[in-house]
């Protein structure tokens, strides 16, 4: 192999990533509302993908070309996951059940400096129960989930609003 088929294939695999991840960030964006960064990202893309697609196209002689540009789209899918997952941006909507005798628990996730709001409920055997939600920013999940895990509080995460200003 000559060194400008290997340029060739490293330019649409890096190029590819790139496009891919840059997709992927753009849809986070566009379903949390953010109206700046977007539409940004959204350019972005699309000239990679233009760019990386002239490439190919050019030379469709070689069908190594669409395997390395095929094989780049999954690559930018898991790179974007992960980017994603770092970035955490958004809020959501923990919900709970515990019981009325760990009712410190609230004291303890607000002193964590989290939203609570409590609801009495009433368990099966008409026992006692609080029902929290806790509104928090995507980058705490991890710890109050853990905290909450610990503590075996059942809970269900659901995506927060996007104008939810914590």
Known sequence: MDGSLILSFFLIFVLRVVDTTLSTLT???????????????????????????????????????????????????????????????????????????????????????????VIDGQGRDHSKRLVIFIALQRKKLPAVRKFLRDHKVFITVSKGDMYLNI
């Open 27 to 117: 849809t986070m964006f566009m379903s949390q509302g953010n109206r700046k960064i977007a539409p940004i990202t959204g350019c972005l893309q699309t000239a990679t993908w233009v760019t990386c697609l002239n490439i190919v196209m050019s030379k469709l002689s070689n069908p190594m070309n669409l395997i390395v540009y095929a094989v780049a789209y999954g690559c930018g899918i898991v790179v974007g996951i992960m980017l994603e997952e770092m970035i955490a941006s958004g809020n959501v909507i923990i919900q709970g059940v515990i019981d009325e005798k760990d009712s410190h628990l609230v004291t303890e996730l607000r002193d964590m400096n989290l939203m609570v709001t």
